[in-house]
């Protein structure tokens, strides 16, 4: 009589494969999307006088040219300088371009970014253009849908 015997793989390299899928399934789950970032709270107006910005109208009324902040996990930021850079960070990956503004909205260069896995949504990493509305800045992708505000960092 035959005995027949179903070849298992052994426990040990069971549970092996088995933490190896979720270790290599948890980054992933750290990228689910979350809601969208609220708009900053603070409307109030602020007065610059600094015309050396880079501009692409003569005319041009926005300046946003200091640092533009958000509370949200990871502390996202844009910082315009006069020559035309702005650096910053998405909470997660840093970022790095060229602005030019116009009399209703500031261009931000399209740029590349590292994409490290982070958790929450970084939203500033879609970054295209934006509007100011006093010390509010709206930030919106490149079909010009706002993803998100940043707030005039106070010097």
């Given amino acids: 009589m035959a005995i027949h015997t179903q070849l298992r793989p052994p426990a040990p390299l069971t549970r092996a494969l088995g933490i190896a899928a979720l270790a290599l399934a948890l980054p992933l789950a750290a990228c689910e ?32 040219t200091g640092k533009w902040t958000s509370p949200e996990t990871g502390d996202p930021f844009l910082e315009f300088t006069d020559d035309g850079n702005v650096t910053g ?19 931000i260069d399209s740029f590349t970014t590292t994409q490290k896995a982070c958790p929450g949504n970084q939203w500033l990493s879609k970054a295209s253009s934006a509007t100011i509305d006093g010390n509010v800045m709206k930030v919106m992708d490149g079909q010009g849908k706002v993803i998100g505000g940043l707030e005039k960092e106070d010097k």
């Fill in 33 to 64: 999307t979350a809601p969208q970032p609220s708009e900053p709270s603070s409307s109030a107006p602020s007065e610059s006088s600094d015309t050396a910005s880079p501009t692409d109208d003569a005319g041009a009324t926005l300046d946003p």
């Fill in 89 to 107: 960070s998405d909470g997660c990956n840093r970022i790095e371009t060229t602005w030019t503004a116009g009399k209703d909205k500031v261009t």
